[in-house]
């Protein structure tokens, strides 16, 4: 079993990022009218691509888990937790580890604990942001059967 998931920012990102458009009109439009609206336009619309193109993606396949831009080999994962709610807010603030390696994103509130095995790795676990806990909870125990 694969999983696959790219972090995507919520609705509400773009909305704040429209911001961008009033601001940039601010600035341009008593320069000329014509580069105003370009400029917003342009400053925008980069803005929605590069946080849309930037957001991590979570992927367990071909015996790794990969959380943006770090991997690591099932083999030294164990006891994947899902946590929501109130549980998720400990896990991300109170209950969390100052080692621990983090791809967590503000607009998502499920986490998955994914604890490390590997003796030479100094972080005790991996807490990852995901829209599916369940279903990556369930990729991770089902690669581990397999593997």
């Known amino acids: 079993m694969t999983y696959r998931e790219r972090l995507s920012p919520s609705p509400w990102m773009y909305l704040a990022l429209a911001l961008l458009i009033p601001a940039s009109l601010l600035v341009f439009l008593p320069i000329s009218v014509p580069a105003g609206i370009a400029c917003a336009i342009v400053l925008f619309g980069g803005a929605c ?78 807490l990852i942001s995901t829209r599916n806990p369940d279903l990556l909870v369930a990729a991770l125990q089902a690669a581990h059967t397999l593997g």
């Open 49 to 126: 691509l590069f946080v849309a193109l930037s957001a991590p993606v979570v992927e367990v396949a071909d015996g790794h888990l990969r959380a943006g831009r770090a991997r690591i080999p099932l083999e030294f994962t164990a006891a994947p937790e899902a946590f929501r709610g109130a549980a998720a807010t400990a896990a991300r603030g109170v209950d969390l580890d100052a080692r621990a390696w983090l791809c967590i994103r503000g607009g998502i509130d499920p986490v998955v604990r994914v604890q490390v095995t590997d003796p030479a790795d100094p972080a005790p676990y991996w």
